[in-house]
């Protein structure tokens, strides 16, 4: 059984998911007029609380495979429409159709170089298993593509979370891409996680950098810590000491974003790798590069460039919503060897999620079932 046909499984399981939860939404609106009328006579009973609370978690996972669903609608009908007509057009495999799969495929924003390969596999799997059948072809396609980031060297997705002290999460990524909107956000959600957040500005020498997320800090109620014009190193130290005298969980620190001069970037990452390293051994636990979905082979590059100046842990793929080039989390995977940790799919300060390759499958491959 190939991965698309196991991917078959998840993709049902999570349409269950979505389906359960509308029921459940209306059972619990018809339990709550219910025990409205109850509670003028009678206490209402902590069980029902109790089945309350286990149905909203049920809610919260339905909520994250409709948004993943509403997410990547560009890229699901760029990229699957365009796949399903390649189908119908072509009755059998010839050259032009995998030409013209090619053309699509990098499209998508898979990348040329990782195109290149799959058409390879692809070509020579066609000719091993003397694929005819263009329904099936579509099949072996999705399995290929799903190699792409399933095979191989395996990735956490996870945060590595610091078991003693604050958690220091280094922000890194060149300027206009949504860096100090993406910290906000993992502030606002870490928050609603019971923790404690501290902003230290990390980029001090842009202007309005301190002041813009001094703001940020304010509106989700973290902690903060910046000076303007002074030495970026110096100031995270002074901002760390005052995390652990604080008690901060989670630590997000800002840095500069100018990949012009890869030199003096490294140079200054450096030194702020290694004041944080002495001041928390361990630290930094994550070290997050923030792209911009929407500039498809360009984020690529930026990925590679800081890859080769700093430790880079992970990814943030912001506005991948307003894209179809969502076919990027399989260039990503494939070129740079680096996991997808979060990605935005909106504006709003919900809409950054950590990345969940099964509901990202879903939202991706879901009008192919």
Known sequence: MGLFSKFKNIIKKKEEIVKEEKEEVEEIEQETIAEIEETKEVEVKPKKIKDKKKKKKTTSEAEEIKDYDKGLKKTRDEFIS?????????????????EELESILIMADIGVNTVMKFMDKLRDRVKKENITDMEYLKEVIVDELLIIYVEGESLSDKINMSEDGP??????????VGKTTTIAKLAYKY??????????????????????????????????????????????????????????????????????NKVNLMKELEKINKVIGTHIPGAPHETLLVIDASTGQNGIMQAKAFKEITNITGIVLTKLDGTAKGGIVLAIKEEVNLPVKFIGLGEAMTDLKPFDIENYIYGLFKDMM
């Not at 958690?167 to 206009?176: A, K, P």
């Not at 910046?226 to 652990?244: R, W």
């Open 82 to 98: 365009k796949l399903n007509i390649l189908g119908i057009k072509y009755t059998k495999v010839s050259e032009e159709y995998f």
């Open 167 to 176: 958690t220091v999460i280094l922000m890194v990524g060149v300027n206009g």
């Open 191 to 260: 928050q609603n996680e019971g923790k404690k957040v501290m902003l230290i500005a990390g980029d001090t020498f842009r202007a309005g950098a301190v002041d813009q997320l001094k703001i940020w800090a304010e509106r989700t109620n973290s902690e903060f810590y910046g000076v303007q014009d002074s030495d970026p190193a110096s100031v995270i130290y002074d901002g760390l000491v005052k995390a652990k005298e604080k008690n901060i969980d989670i630590v997000l620190i800002d840095t500069a974003g100018r990949l012009q």
